[in-house]
């Protein structure tokens, strides 16, 4: 099961820090990511983090203003989002890796999560 949470209405420039509780049998072992989908718009990758935390990887879109990290000891995933802007605007998805490793591909996933939403206003 993954639950992500701390989605909210913010305004451009601002921040936001989002959080995937996992179980650890979908934690364990398993790369993870974040993926979002704007209204009318396709999923997208996001971010993506291996399960030792030793590789990262982003959207262009998203690179130096997200960061994604994971606590093993808890079974959560994090996307810290900073200076956001308004075609952030989406529903964001946690996902399980099928693998030790991540992937941009929404198919490595076998296991997702309810969205959260994040509305980023100018």
């Known amino acids: 099961q993954l639950q992500a949470s701390g989605g909210g209405l913010v305004q451009a420039g601002d921040s936001l820090r989002l959080s995937c509780a996992a179980s650890?049998?979908?934690?364990?072992?398993?790369?993870m990511g974040w993926f979002r989908q704007a209204p009318g718009k396709e999923r997208e990758f996001v971010a993506g983090?291996?399960?030792?935390?030793?590789?990262?990887t982003y959207a262009d879109s998203v690179k130096a203003r997200f960061t994604i990290s994971r606590d093993n000891a808890k079974n959560i995933l994090y996307l810290q989002m900073d200076n956001l802007k308004p075609e952030d605007t989406a529903v964001y998805y946690c996902?399980?890796?099928?693998?030790?490793?991540?992937?941009?591909?929404?198919?490595?996933?076998?296991?997702w999560g309810r969205g959260t939403q994040v509305t980023v206003s100018s």
């Open positions: 996902a399980a890796a099928r693998g030790a490793m991540s992937t941009r591909e929404a198919p490595g996933y076998n296991y």
């Open positions: 983090i291996s399960w030792y935390g030793g590789r990262t």
């Open positions: 650890r049998r979908m934690f364990s072992n398993n790369g």
